[in-house]
């Protein structure tokens, strides 16, 4: 069964993004270069997150590269996977995020 992405998204930005990123679709489809994700933006605006296809049917993995495109979404699109980037996802796991995931 396919995962309902955009109710995930509408979830975790309440429980772990206080609603404070920026409401966006999220889809899946094909991702550049086999990747697993990739979150576009217009100038500094982000507009769509876009999970490989080959999750469709994959509700954890989903959920996972979710979670890692949510914080893209908060830091913006200059932040890379640096340490702003590893600090949050730190706090996603001390937040309970990955509990039910990993």
Do not use: C
Request: avoid cysteine; charged fraction near 30%.
């Amino acid at each position: 069964m396919a995962t309902d992405i955009n109710k995930v998204f509408r979830q975790y930005r309440k429980k772990y993004f206080n609603n404070r990123i920026p409401i966006v679709s999220v889809r899946f489809g094909r991702v550049p270069h086999g990747g697993q994700a990739e979150t576009d933006f217009w100038g500094d605006e982000p507009v769509v997150i876009t999970i490989s296809r080959r999750h469709v049917n994959s509700g954890r993995i989903a959920r996972i590269v979710l979670l890692h495109e949510m914080i893209h979404l908060e830091l913006g699109v200059e932040e890379g996977h640096g340490k702003k980037f590893s600090k949050r996802k730190r706090k996603l796991m001390k937040q309970g995020a990955y509990d039910d995931l990993l």
